[in-house]
């Protein structure tokens, strides 16, 4: 397994924008799939992006699609959530997660990292 930690969340206007990191350190395969998801207070958590390591495929819910964009550095062995355009109900804590295989159960958590959006 591999150590997730985020970074980059903050306070931010609506509208404004937020570049999340995860730091991957271990090992990563070509199989791995890196995904950020979020967790609202009272609600569950829930998919955000999703970005195949070897290929850099990737796929996004609907209510970020067009907004937000999930990229990989190889060589610092980090992924990246730029979130454009947000809005209040982005207020989340966003959680870094590495499955080790696609469509497998994401098995490796980061702690997570606060964005709040004002209104």
């Known amino acids: 397994q591999v150590q997730l930690v985020e970074s980059g969340g903050g306070l931010v206007q609506a509208g404004g924008s937020l570049r999340l990191s995860c730091a991957v350190s271990?090992?990563?395969?070509?199989?791995?799939?890196m995904g950020w998801f979020r967790q609202a207070p009272g609600k569950e958590r829930e998919f955000v992006a999703s970005?195949?390591?070897?290929?850099?495929?990737?796929s996004y819910a609907d209510f970020v699609k067009g907004r937000f964009t999930i990229s990989r550095d190889n060589a610092k062995n980090t992924v990246y959530l730029q979130m454009n355009s947000l809005k209040p109900e982005d207020t989340a804590v966003y959680y870094c997660a590495a499955s080790t295989i696609v469509a497998g159960a994401f098995g490796s958590w980061g702690q997570g990292t606060q964005v709040t959006v004002s209104s």
């Open positions: 970005l195949v390591w070897s290929v850099r495929s990737t």
């Open positions: 271990g090992r990563i395969s070509s199989s791995y799939v």
